[in-house]
């Protein structure tokens, strides 16, 4: 059975939050791990500190989280549709960055996300056709044609 709209758009941002909620943890527990970064990947004794963060356990958890939604909201509809709406991420994820984080966010990049708002804007506005929001699956049986 297809999602409303509403439910739809409220996976969506939930599974949108939780994967800005887990970029901002990670950031933070590998900014926590002293001397982590210019480590030759020859020798992975350096992730050792990197996988006892509570804070970066917490973060994968919430990116975990997030592809867990997702995967739900493309099993009931069209991948041309979903992926699309994802980008709101590329919206949510430098404004919790900003907040949370302090990063300075120059003009040009928020340009771009203001292009990005503006394509999410358009493939939303594409599917307002569609009685929910969503692809209706095909019935039992029928194979997929690809």
């Given at each position: 059975m297809p999602f409303s709209r509403k439910?739809?758009?409220?996976?969506?941002?939930?599974?949108?939050?939780?994967?800005?909620?887990?970029?901002?943890?990670?950031?933070?527990?590998?900014?926590?791990?002293?001397?982590?970064?210019?480590?030759?990947?020859?020798?992975?004794?350096?992730?050792?500190?990197?996988?006892?963060?509570?804070?970066?356990?917490?973060?994968?958890?919430?990116?975990?989280?997030?592809?867990?939604?997702?995967?739900?909201?493309?099993?009931?509809?069209?991948?041309?549709?979903?992926?699309p709406l994802t980008s709101v991420g590329y919206v949510l994820t430098p404004l919790s960055a900003l907040f949370f984080l302090g990063e300075r966010i120059p003009p040009l990049r928020w340009f771009g996300i203001l292009l990005v708002c503006a394509g999410v804007a358009a493939v939303s506005v594409s599917d307002r056709g569609q009685k929910d929001g969503a692809s209706h699956p095909l019935p039992e049986g029928e194979p997929q044609q690809s």
């Amino acid at each position: 059975m297809p999602f409303s709209r509403k439910k739809l758009w409220g996976l969506l941002l939930a599974g949108l939050l939780s994967e800005a909620v887990g970029f901002v943890l990670i950031k933070r527990g590998l900014a926590a791990v002293p001397g982590f970064s210019g480590h030759s990947l020859s020798s992975l004794s350096f992730l050792l500190p990197v996988v006892k963060s509570p804070q970066v356990l917490i973060g994968t958890a919430f990116e975990a989280l997030h592809f867990g939604i997702l995967m739900e909201l493309l099993s009931v509809s069209d991948v041309s549709y979903i992926i699309p709406l994802t980008s709101v991420g590329y919206v949510l994820t430098p404004l919790s960055a900003l907040f949370f984080l302090g990063e300075r966010i120059p003009p040009l990049r928020w340009f771009g996300i203001l292009l990005v708002c503006a394509g999410v804007a358009a493939v939303s506005v594409s599917d307002r056709g569609q009685k929910d929001g969503a692809s209706h699956p095909l019935p039992e049986g029928e194979p997929q044609q690809s």
